[in-house]
T-cell receptor, first 111, second 111 residues
Framework: QQKVQQSPESLIVPEGGMASLNCTSSDRNVDYFWWYRQHSGKSPKMLMSIFSNGEKEEGRFTVHLNKASLHTSLHIRDSQPSDSALYLCAAWNYNQGKLIFGQGTKLSIKP | GGIITQTPKFLIGQEGQKLTLKCQQNFNHDTMYWYRQDSGKGLRLIYYSITENDLQKGDLSEGYDASREKKSSFSLTVTSAQKNEMAVFLC??????????FGEGTRLSVL
């Protein structure tokens, strides 16, 4: 059974600080990782995607991927109260079309 | 612009009842997904379909049936609702390597 593990389960970061979230897949056939953000009562919205080894930056958000270890991380700098949300990591197997999510990291930004 | 529509938005059922949730997308996407989300938790894959009339089981398929009779629609049936069950069911769709897009969800409560 393919699993996606996220850590930590919850995280409190002061406003203006750096938040770091982790995600690892057990499926060696994963082709893409996506990070989604879900505000309370809303549906998930895609935040960042990565499929190549290395790093990708978009504004305050940076995502890393190590394909050998199937580990991805999301870093949010200069965190804002509006960043408070559930962050979901998703691993996609292209051949199967299967998309598996982790259990999420609940991020709270304290003013 | 495209949209994913889930109906109904709220569903209240009785224990043992068979309940059907519907999802329609006008993106012309090939792949569609059904997930269950318990409060504050991650998304668990119930069923997915990579094309019309295709069905693939996820890790949580027991207790559910699905149907993809048209490319644009994907329905999910709870075969026997469990007492006090409360969850949000999310539908998503995608093509190739695009990030899946989500509908707004169906909120289920079982009395």
């Amino acid at each position: 059974q393919q699993k996606v593990q996220q850590s930590p389960e919850s995280l409190i970061v002061p406003e203006g600080g750096m938040a770091s979230l982790n995600c690892t897949s057990s499926d060696r056939n994963v082709d893409y990782f996506w990070w989604y953000r879900q505000h309370s009562g809303k549906s998930p919205k895609m935040l960042m995607s990565i499929f190549s080894n290395g790093e990708k930056e978009e504004g305050r958000f940076t995502v890393h991927l190590n394909k050998a270890s199937l580990h991805t991380s999301l870093h949010i700098r200069d965190s804002q109260p509006s960043d408070s949300a559930l962050y979901l990591c998703a691993a996609w197997n292209y051949n199967q079309g299967k998309l598996i999510f982790g259990q999420g990291t609940k991020l709270s930004i304290k003013p | 612009g495209g949209i994913i529509t889930q109906t109904p938005k709220f569903l209240i059922g009785q224990e043992g009842q068979k309940l059907t949730l519907k999802c329609q997308q006008n993106f012309n996407h090939d792949t569609m997904y059904w997930y269950r989300q318990d409060s504050g938790k991650g998304l668990r894959l119930i069923y997915y379909s990579i094309t019309e009339n295709d069905l693939q089981k996820g890790d949580l398929s027991e207790g559910y049936d699905a149907s993809r009779e048209k490319k644009s629609s994907f329905s999910l049936t709870v075969t026997s609702a469990q007492k006090n069950e409360m969850a949000v069911f999310l539908c998503a769709s995608t093509n190739n390597n695009q990030a899946p897009l989500f509908g707004e969800g169906t909120r289920l409560s079982v009395l």
